[in-house]
Nanobody
Framework: QVQLVESGGGLVQAGGSLRLSCAAS????????MGWYRQAPGKQRELVAS???????NYADSVKGRFTISRDNAKNTVYLQMNSLKPEDTAVYSC??????????WGQGTQVTVSS
């Protein structure tokens, strides 16, 4: 079992920055990758960024150059630094933990709202 606790969402003006954190506990040795997904009202959930067990990163085209995913292995925590935020980044952001057996655990989600 893996538990995920997210923090860092909120309301920010366009052009501003936020940093999301996701702390994992439990069977963290089983990690294959961790990442952040988002879902805006009326839209499907989409991958924002992910970081693999080996440290490789992957980003959605819409956030490349603005968002950075990183990981602190000692704290079992993944961060998503979001800069130059746009109103279209408004969504519920959820942390994902994928195990080596491709099982997904999800955080509770945190709201990010970007005002124009």
């Amino acid at each position: 079992q893996v538990q995920l606790v997210e923090s860092g969402g909120g309301l920010v003006q366009a052009g501003g920055s936020l940093r999301l954190s996701c702390a994992a506990s439990g069977s963290t040795f089983s990690m294959n990758a961790m990442g952040w997904y988002r879902q805006a009202p009326g839209k499907q959930r989409e991958l924002v960024a992910s970081i693999s067990r080996g440290g490789s990163t992957n980003y959605a085209d819409s956030v490349k150059g603005r968002f950075t995913i990183s990981r602190d292995n000692a704290k079992n925590t993944v961060y998503l630094q979001m800069n130059s935020l746009k109103p279209e980044d408004t969504a519920v952001y959820s942390c994902n933990f994928r195990t080596l057996r491709w099982y997904d655990y999800w955080g509770q989600g945190t709201q990010v709202t970007v005002s124009s």
